[in-house]
């Protein structure tokens, strides 16, 4: 009862204003932001972040990606905010895993071999160059849902695959093995302005994980 309490006294503090020093952005200012994102997919990402504050006792991150499955992978569907300076940094597309779907996402899962991506609410961590290249470890902070994030390596790194003239002719992006994937071009720029404990939110309208 008292995680809940600290959960919804911060849930509040991200709508409706402020934490530490800084004014944060609210989910109002977010759609303004991002007109072409879901607005309730921006609450439900700012009420996560605001409770994985509270539950791990620190402050909440500065910045957020939201990551929204329920777009086609050749839709630009990934935003990062910058909630302190309320703005978006990145607007991109991102690749989801070959056990996932086509060009729509389907599939989600959290054990080793799926070659599925994972939903739910990520911390990040630090960053490494590895066979994909400079990449970025992910924490996931839900039991069950993505907590084996850094055991299958699920990491977000860039890719040649992640190409839109590619796309058009495919009709779909390249799938990765579950990593949120990007396009090489911009993949290092994202992946420093998330690392070193950031939140990244992956969503799509699973009904079990929306019901927890």
């Known amino acids: 009862m008292r995680q809940r309490l600290a959960c919804l ?14 004014a944060q952005s609210t989910s109002a200012d977010l759609a303004k932001l991002a007109p072409d994102a879901n607005p ?23 910045r957020l990606a939201v ?11 990934l935003w990062v905010f910058d909630l302190e ?3 978006v940094l990145f607007h991109e597309v991102v690749a989801h895993g070959q056990g996932t779907g086509e060009n ?16 739910g609410l990520f911390r990040t961590a630090d960053t490494y160059t590895g066979h994909n290249g400079y990449s970025l470890r992910m924490q996931g902070l839900e039991p069950g849902t993505n907590d ?49 404990g950031q939140m990244i939110f992956s969503y799509y309208p699973d009904s079990n994980w929306l019901a927890k």
């Open 104 to 119: 729509m996402a389907v599939h989600f899962s959290n054990k080793d071999g799926s070659h599925q991506s994972s939903i």
């Open 40 to 62: 309730k997919v921006l609450q439900l990402a700012l009420d996560a972040r605001a409770c994985a504050a509270a539950s791990l006792g620190q402050a909440a991150a500065p």
């Open 148 to 196: 084996a994030a850094m055991a299958r390596a699920i990491v977000m790194h860039g890719a040649p695959y992640v190409n839109t003239q590619m796309a058009q002719s495919k009709g779909r992006l390249g799938r990765s093995w579950g990593c949120p994937a990007l396009r090489p071009e911009i993949a290092h720029q994202v992946i420093d302005s998330l690392k070193n």
């Open 9 to 22: 006294a911060l849930s509040m503090l991200s709508v409706f204003g402020a934490s530490n020093a800084f």
């Open 85 to 87: 300076q309320n703005k």
């Open 67 to 77: 990551i929204d499955y329920s777009y086609a992978s050749t839709k630009p569907r």
